[in-house]
């Protein structure tokens, strides 16, 4: 019996390590947002501060894991085998869910997600208690910290709406202050800034981040807290003059040491604070193991109520956890995403939005926008224009291989770093559970919000994309909840057979989001190709333009031999998966169009008329998968309501100009990746012959209908492929002649 625990042990710790991975590319965010979006430093220099931050936090952790022995369940209520049953459930749920926000980009709270873990398992294994012995249901609050896990509630509420308020207020009165012009104003008012910000940021170190360290007495913590006034005052007045000479006599940009002091302390403080969040299960299993193997006593027979005391962690898996998480901080690809997605929806400058615009979104930002007008109207047209000066970004003309600018400037990236700092100072003297990920996440939503960030062209997709956000939070409790529940008791009922197989599940699961991440990584960064705004010659025009004919010769060609082979056969499984491709395609061109902007700013002044050529290349791009979207859409569509198969002579024709079709885009692409354009009058000679192989389909058709054909559905979808299909030609056709044209031109004028 002793060896199927030590087997569990084993999983558990295995599970850990994958938690440490997912976790910290999740919490990534919390500590790497401002630095990375403000562009502060180099990434490389970012990295190695939040490095340090994470290896400091985790190695001298005190490692106290709590949390997870007595923070939400009482242990002593719950025998041996029960407690493990409860703590395999736990960290199968973390790793899925983790995993699934990590893939999908999503900020999420490992601290939210693990005690609603343990509260759904041990409600889980309470119940099943309950129904074996009493059937009584009012029980459960024995074997539940009730009192803990309204905190949880109460502190996810309050973080998101207080954090949000604070960020906005704080952003919009140092707007006023400093402005978007800063540089010259800091020299006056950068030492006071500097001293408020770096005292907060000092706090907040001695309050989350040492509290937690080995080596720092409970005697200095204490002194600390109960001298919080006069730490405040001192260490003010300290860093105000710190700050004037770093300004004065050193020339040192102060915003740039705010925001990395402030992206070590978040680091540091995330590793001493949320190492629980990943290992804590695992070693409060272990330390389960230990005082089982000494009492001597069944497991089944096991209370463990030795559980609630306080075990430290040997400094060994301090030391291991982390090295795992700086490593993660460095490799993870879906760490980056996450925080890619907090810096895209609080960046200032215009660009394609992630999400997509809802109901609720328009609603908010119309309504926004009449209650500002109204405030406008009030307010005396004087005191408008100088606040809206104070809010006027300033004008650079897009240069040469410039790169990419920050998403934010240094004065915003210091706010979200001193309030969040501030806010989470402020709910450990509470002793309130605040999320660290849902302080930082919305302090950053609010200081963009009021820095004007969110204007009328990006508003309704950025609330949209916080709305997906924030809803995705209550989902990972709801989830973390049930799904802890639901395999607490499959893991009861099935013993080591359900783990086995819960295990292998997770790990499908794993690797299957990872290479699905790592694909979509590939195709991102094969579509930042679309998104240039270097573009400034005739050449460069030329060969952009090339890689996106290519592209979107390349996968119509796909979608249109599929959608006609699965035809055939009439599956509509491939059918409907061939259509949602067409998604992508659609994707890629609207993209395109959605830069025109950009890229008619970019050009030179020599290259001006290339702009009306790149337009009307997008026209035809755009009708092109139009008419593969139909053709795709019609098919599926005739399959999925059961209609009649076409017959076998007309899926014969269609793969006739599938052949044709297959040929002509083999070649358009072989001539647009080599760049072997004098082969363009040879393709577009072939015009003709493949206009008059569908005219002629076409005609076979109408004399099917005057003799044979009985089928009006069969009918009205083989002529919209057919006249689609003549559509799809003539502006593939129309695009090459215009390229032709346009290279013509432009050989002339080098």
Not at 55 to 72: D, N, P, T, Y
Not at 484 to 508: E, K, N, S, W
Not at 626 to 636: K, M, P, Q, W
Request: with cysteine.
């Amino acid at each position: 019996m002793q060896d199927v625990y030590l087997i569990i042990l084993g999983v558990l710790f295995v599970l850990a390590i994958t938690d440490l991975v997912v976790g910290v590319s999740n919490d990534a965010i919390n500590f790497l947002n401002s630095a990375v979006g403000s562009k502060a430093v180099s990434l490389r220099s970012i990295l190695i501060i939040a490095s340090l931050g994470v290896a400091v936090g985790a190695i001298f952790s005190s490692g106290l894991m709590e949390v997870a022995r007595k923070g939400i369940f009482l242990p002593q209520e719950f025998y041996f085998e029960e407690i493990m049953v409860i703590f395999m459930a736990v960290m199968i749920t973390d790793v899925l869910l983790l995993d699934f926000f990590n893939s999908m980009g999503l900020p999420t709270s490992t601290t939210v997600s693990i005690m609603f873990e343990l509260l759904g398992a041990a409600v889980s294994i309470a119940l099943i208690k309950i129904f074996k012995t009493t059937n009584d249901i009012t029980h459960l609050a024995d074997f539940i910290n009730v009192e803990k896990a309204s905190e949880v509630i109460l502190g996810i509420l309050l973080a998101i709406v207080i954090a949000f308020i604070a960020g906005a207020v704080v952003q919009y009165f140092s707007r006023l202050v400093l402005s978007f012009k800063y540089e010259r104003r800091l020299k006056y008012t950068g030492a006071i800034f500097g001293g408020v910000s770096l005292a907060a940021i000092f706090y907040f170190i001695l309050i989350k981040g040492l509290n937690t360290m080995a080596f720092v007495s409970d005697h200095f913590v204490e002194d600390v807290n109960n001298n919080r006034i006069q730490v405040i005052i001192f260490s003010l007045i300290g860093f105000t003059i710190l700050s004037k000479v770093l300004i004065s006599f050193f020339r040192v940009n102060i915003l740039r040491i705010i925001v990395i002091v402030g992206t070590f302390a978040l680091a540091l403080a995330f590793a001493g604070n949320d190492l629980v969040n990943f290992i804590g299960v695992p070693i409060a299993a272990w330390q389960s193991y230990e005082i089982w193997s000494a009492s001597g006593v069944a497991a089944s027979e096991l209370l463990m109520s030795d559980l609630a005391g306080s075990v430290p962690t040997p400094e060994i898996i301090l030391i291991f956890a982390g090295g795992v998480m700086v490593l993660t901080i460095w490799f993870s690809g879906k760490a980056r995403a996450v925080v890619d997605t907090g810096v895209k929806l609080s960046r200032q400058n215009e660009g394609s939005e992630r999400f997509g615009a809802n109901y609720l979104s328009r609603t908010i930002v119309r309504y926004s926008i009449i209650f500002g007008a109204a405030v406008s109207d009030v307010l005396p047209e004087n005191f408008r224009k100088k606040i809206n000066n104070q809010f006027e970004t300033p004008k650079t003309k897009t240069q040469a291989r410039e790169i990419a600018p920050p998403a934010f400037d240094l004065v915003r990236a210091s706010v979200n770093l001193v309030v969040a700092s501030v806010l989470i100072s402020m709910g450990t003297n509470l002793q309130l559970p605040l999320s660290t990920t849902y302080v930082t996440f919305m302090v950053a939503m609010g200081t963009s919000l009021a820095d004007r960030a969110w204007n009328q062209e990006s508003a309704v997709y950025r609330v949209a994309g916080v709305l997906n956000v924030i809803g995705g939070w209550f989902v990972t409790a709801l989830v973390a909840f049930f799904g802890a529940a639901i395999f607490a008791a499959i893991i009861y009922f099935g013993g080591l057979i359900a783990i086995a197989i819960l295990v292998c599940i997770t790990a499908f699961f794993i690797v299957k989001n990872t290479m699905s991440h790592a694909k979509k990584a590939k195709a991102d960064k094969r579509q930042k190709r679309y998104k240039r705004t270097d573009i400034i010659t005739i050449n460069e025009i030329t060969a952009e333009s090339s890689v996106n004919i290519s592209q979107v010769i390349s996968g119509i060609r796909k979608r249109y031999t599929k959608t006609v082979d699965n035809l055939g056969y009439h599956d509509l499984t491939k059918l409907k998966k061939n259509n949602k491709k067409v998604g992508d395609l659609e994707s890629e061109v609207d993209n395109l169009k959605g830069n025109i902007y950009y890229f008619i700013r970019s050009l030179d002044e020599d290259s001006v008329e290339a702009s009306r050529f790149y337009i009307h290349l997008l026209d035809y791009l755009q009708e092109m998968v139009n008419s593969t979207r139909y053709i795709t859409r019609n098919s599926f569509d005739h399959v999925n309501n059961n209609h009649k198969n076409l017959k076998f002579n007309q899926i014969r024709d269609l793969k006739k100009i599938d052949k044709k079709l297959q040929e002509l885009f083999e070649e358009i692409k072989y001539t647009f990746d080599e760049h072997d354009f004098e082969r363009l009058d040879d393709i577009l000679a072939e015009k003709q012959e493949l206009l008059d192989m569908v005219s002629e389909m076409i005609e076979k058709q109408i004399n099917r209908i005057r003799t044979s054909e009985t089928s009006p559905k069969n009918t009205k979808l083989y002529f919209g492929l057919l006249l689609e299909s003549k559509d799809l030609i003539s502006s593939t056709l129309n695009l090459i002649q215009l390229f032709r044209e346009f290279y013509i031109e432009a050989k002339s004028t080098l």
